[in-house]
């Protein structure tokens, strides 16, 4: 399950909750935390349960609160999986994997069916933590991703992005940090989103910059930011057709092919079978 675009929705506005039905976002994140109000969580809770008791086209997440019961409770709703925000370091998401365990037991779910998705840089000891989640026992975890607002502010820092829209370079370490991260632990690494939904060329240029670095998909907070970021994230038809031909060469059974007067080996297959494999979620968005 590759996901390109994963749109957050405010799962307190039965308007927002209504227009997500038809964004082609790979996954939309019912949140519960940052965009919802303490006052109006319940309600955002029985909205969530509503939500994941329809069918929809998209892969639908869970957005919780750090240190609560909303994991639980939602569970049996058996969403996609939830997104666990402000995590310092892989411990912290035993008791989440204990409970999901349970709710599959409960709902006749095969083990690990629901993913966790955890946001790891939120604060500076969450950065200094991201070599912990190669923990096996982990088996759940699907992808991590990170974020700078919260980060800037345990840092102390007036601000997180350079006059013209780019990460400062203490922001530039720490998501290069996450992306090895992520890959070190056989994960999917999520790109940050691109906080200003009215800026389309800033957006192109940081998806087409994440998809280059080796990102798998990116956050997004607006419907309309999602077609630029499915694009950015799938293969164009010219990258299609050297990757087959790529594969195709290798088929031969030789460990080292020339082709187009270049040497490849075992690096340049891996990179085209991934190539291919976001073929296929391409023709499925």
Not at 58 to 63: E, G, L, M, T
């Amino acid at each position: 399950m590759i996901l390109r675009s994963l749109l957050f929705v405010p799962a307190d506005s039965e308007r927002k909750l209504a227009k997500a039905r038809s964004v082609p976002a790979d996954a939309l994140i019912l949140d519960l935390e940052d965009s919802v109000l303490p006052e109006n969580r319940s309600a955002a809770r029985g909205l969530a349960r509503e939500f994941l008791a329809e069918r929809h086209p998209q892969s639908i997440w869970v957005r919780i609160n750090p240190g609560s019961s909303e994991l639980p409770d939602l569970a049996p709703a058996a969403p996609a999986g939830f997104v666990v925000p402000k995590v310092r370091e892989h411990g912290e998401l035993y008791g989440h994997e204990f409970a999901l365990a349970g709710a599959e037991r409960q709902l006749g779910l095969a083990p690990d069916t629901i993913k966790l998705l955890p946001i790891v840089t939120e604060s500076c000891a969450a950065v200094m933590n991201l070599g912990s989640y190669r923990a096996p026992s982990l088996s759940r975890l699907a992808a991590m991703s990170w974020g700078a607002e919260d980060l800037s502010a345990d840092i102390g820092a007036s601000a997180n992005r350079e006059p013209n829209g780019d990460l400062a370079f203490p922001y530039k370490v720490v998501r290069a940090l996450v992306l090895i991260a992520a890959r070190a632990a056989g994960l999917q690494a999520i790109e940050t989103l691109h906080p200003d939904f009215r800026d389309m060329a800033g957006l192109v240029r940081a998806a087409q910059l994440a998809a280059r670095d080796g990102f798998s998909g990116m956050l997004a907070i607006h419907p309309d930011q999602v077609p630029a970021i499915n694009a950015a994230f799938s293969p164009s038809a010219e990258e299609i057709e050297r990757a087959q031909r790529v594969v195709a060469a290798f088929g031969k059974g030789e460990g080292v092919i020339n082709l187009d007067g270049s040497m490849l080996d075992a690096p340049h297959l891996k990179r085209a079978r991934t190539v291919l494999e976001r073929t296929q979620k391409k023709r499925e968005g």
